[in-house]
Structures are given as structure tokens and as C-alpha cells.
């Protein structure tokens, strides 16, 4: 037996923490490497029946700072400036259907409320659908809330994975790796980081979203602001099913903004 082989022959599993405070930030920094498949057995072990809660605080939880973003570009942002907050919830629609979803140029209609701009580009042939591993894209986004309004470039990579017991999940990873201004003076967005999970369940479709993000909002507290973003967080995935529907959506998906 070759050294490598005998290498791999004791390599120890892959152990994903079992505590869903630290399994988000785990994600998000090893999303690039082997292991993500354990740690959606671990979000489906840890999230499958709170998503199944009508009311959104019992789907709803605090999250601790992301400390690791595993090597990726992101603004330098202190920690405890950090609001984490994570949803969990189920889909009516199966795994094919959100993979079709990423493949959106205008994924208006399919985000927040909040959302009232939001271009894709595929940096590589989308493919998703037709079981490829990887998606990585650039995105344009303008948010519009009573709060502030603000233009964004968001960066967000997808993984399709296959857990093994046969089942498909997918993982999202989207970043700024800038600090952006609002267009009131002083407002910032000044970190956004989120780890989105999808994992088919026969017919549904689970889901669970962690953002950390980072805000300057003058007066704005940071249990309003909290609150706000899992509302988005909840809105995002009732619109996605909307949007599949071919349900009237809120938003004007053909507006045209000059940034």
C-alpha cells in the first residue's frame, strides 16, 4: 500500500459541530472545501422541526459573529459590530425548482420586499439544473426600506452537493467585499455576509439562511434592524415560491435604475 493510500486510510471523518450557533460560521469559512455535506445533515438535524412552525420568532434564531470567512475578500468590520440572525422554513416547491431559481438574471420578485433591484451575472455557463457542482456570480443590488436606501455589488457561489444518503442539498455563500453608502447621508452598509441551505425533501424543499451583516443607520437600534432582516429573510422565501406560482409580485421587475 502506497503512503498515500495509507494516508487517506486514516484520514478521521469529517466532524461538522453539532450546535447550531457555531455550525453557520463553519460553513461559511469551509465552504470551498470537502465536509459542507455534513454540515446540512447537521442543519437538517438541528433546524427540520422549528422550520415547521407557522410563526416566524419560533423559526427565528440568534446567531453568534462570523470570526472566519475562509479566505474570501471582505470589509474590515469589528466583530461586535456584527447582527447575526438566522430563518429556517419549508418550501412547497422541490429542489429542482430553486436550482432552476438560481439561474435568474432578474431575481426581483424572488428576494425581499426590500429588493427593488437585483441583476445577475453567471460568471460561468449556468448549469445547476443540469447537475454541475458549481455556480459562482456577481450581483447587482439596490434595497429600498423606510430606513435607508442603498446600492450593493454582491458576490454569491453555489455548490450542489449530494448527502449520502442520495439526496441533493445546495449551499450559498454571498458577500460584499466592501463597505457600501446609502443614499441618506452617514448610512452604510458596511458587511454582509450570508449562508443560505436548500435540501430536498421529497416534494418540499428545506430551508435555513444565516446573515451577518453590519449597518450604520443613525438612530436605528440594532433589535429593529434585526428584526427587519428576518422579516427579508422570511419575505425571500415566500416570494420564491410566489415567483414560481407566476403570483403577482409587488415589486416592478422591469424598472430600470441609474446608479
Not at 456584527?82 to 431559481?101: I, K, N, R
Request: glycine fraction near 6%.
Amino acid at each position: 500500500m502506497t503512503l498515500s493510500l495509507l494516508l487517506f486510510a486514516c484520514s478521521p471523518p469529517i466532524q461538522a459541530p453539532k450546535d447550531l450557533a457555531e455550525l453557520g460560521g463553519w460553513m461559511f469559512a469551509r465552504f470551498d472545501e470537502d465536509g459542507l455535506d455534513v454540515g446540512v445533515v447537521e442543519v437538517e438535524r438541528l433546524v427540520a422541526e422549528m422550520a415547521a412552525a407557522e410563526d416566524l420568532d419560533d423559526r427565528t434564531v440568534s446567531m453568534p459573529a462570523l470570526e472566519d470567512i475562509g479566505g474570501i475578500t471582505g470589509p474590515d468590520v469589528p466583530l461586535e459590530d456584527q447582527l447575526p440572525v438566522a430563518v429556517a422554513g419549508f418550501s412547497g416547491h422541490d429542489l429542482d425548482t430553486h436550482l432552476g431559481l438560481v439561474g435568474e438574471a432578474n431575481q426581483v420578485c424572488i428576494e425581499s420586499n426590500t429588493t427593488a433591484y437585483y441583476r445577475r451575472t453567471h460568471l460561468d455557463a449556468f448549469c445547476l439544473d443540469e447537475g454541475c457542482e458549481r455556480v459562482d456570480t456577481d450581483n447587482e443590488v439596490r434595497k429600498e426600506t423606510a430606513i435607508a436606501q442603498v446600492w450593493y455589488d454582491l458576490k454569491k457561489d453555489h455548490r450542489l452537493l449530494e448527502l449520502e444518503d442520495g439526496r441533493r442539498a445546495m449551499v450559498a455563500r454571498s458577500w460584499i467585499e466592501e463597505s457600501f453608502p446609502a443614499d441618506q447621508e452617514e448610512y452604510s452598509w458596511d458587511a454582509f455576509y450570508t449562508l443560505e441551505v436548500w435540501l430536498e425533501d421529497g416534494s418540499q424543499t428545506l430551508r435555513w439562511q444565516s446573515v451577518w451583516s453590519a449597518v450604520e443607520l443613525g438612530p436605528v437600534g440594532p433589535d429593529l434592524y434585526m428584526t427587519t432582516v428576518k422579516n427579508a429573510i422570511d419575505e425571500g422565501f415566500t416570494n420564491a415560491d410566489a415567483f414560481v406560482d407566476d403570483e403577482p409580485c409587488e415589486m416592478d421587475r422591469d424598472a430600470e435604475y441609474v446608479r
